[in-house]
């Protein structure tokens, strides 16, 4: 079956350090979806990418959708204690099903 | 905003007892989904509804049941709770077209004895 697979599962960094997450699909995705739950709380939607090699920026965070729309990565520029979470990709091939990736948990020292 | 709210955030079940867990959203969704996450595995559905009355299974639906009478609530049911089914328990709705987003509620933390 369809599967999303996101890489690291843990990343520790000290702050001001750069982070970056990873998401492949086995499949081409219609769209990916990215959250982050922090500790004890609930997934919160970050943001959608729809377009092949598209790129959008939220302040220091840069999401990238690959060009065969089958990878996604998030990127973030020098950490701060607040970033600390678990980031998800999720990936849609179109109907209501979307898959979740297994999230990456960031701990970031101050 | 979007607001899902989940009937409990702490539950503690026997088991072999029937568990229901509800949820309601208040933004008029017509698609609501459960998940259930669990360490290193992410968050993974069990079913999924986009209309009242319709049901569609997720990957791990064996063990549990769903209901949806009403557009904005949608229970989870475990028939004979089992102690692997010990875990958090998301709710999330989204709507049908355009965007789709899900917006998640608390979480319900069952713990099956």
């Known amino acids: 079956g369809q599967q999303v697979m996101q890489i690291p599962q843990y990343q520790h960094v000290q702050e001001g350090e750069d982070f970056t997450t990873y998401c492949n699909s086995s499949?081409?995705?219609?769209?990916i979806q990215w959250y982050k739950q922090r500790p004890g709380g609930h997934p919160v939607f970050l943001i959608q990418l729809v377009k092949s090699g598209e790129v959008k920026k939220q302040k220091r965070l840069t999401f990238q959708f690959g060009e065969a729309k089958k990878n996604s990565s998030l990127h973030i520029t020098a950490t701060q204690t607040t970033d600390v979470g678990t980031y998800f990709c999720a990936g849609t091939t179109g109907g209501f099903k979307t898959i979740f990736g297994a999230g990456t948990r960031l701990f970031v020292k101050a | 905003d979007v607001k899902v709210t989940q009937s409990s955030r702490y539950l503690v079940k026997r088991t072999g007892e029937k568990v229901f867990l509800e949820c309601v959203q208040d933004?008029?969704?017509?698609?609501m989904f459960w998940y259930r996450q669990d360490p290193g595995l992410g968050l993974r559905l069990i079913y999924f509804s986009y209309d009242v009355k319709m049901k569609e299974k997720g990957d791990i639906p064996e063990g549990y049941s769903v209901s949806r009478e009403k557009k904005e609530r949608f229970s989870l049911i475990l028939e004979s709770a089992s102690t692997n089914q010990t875990s958090m328990y998301l709710c999330?709705?989204?709507?049908?077209?355009?965007?789709?987003?899900?917006?998640f509620g608390p979480g319900t933390r069952l713990t099956v004895t």
């Open positions: 933004m008029d969704h017509e698609n």
């Open positions: 499949t081409t995705l219609s769209n």
């Open positions: 999330a709705s989204s709507r049908l077209a355009g965007g789709r987003e899900q917006y």
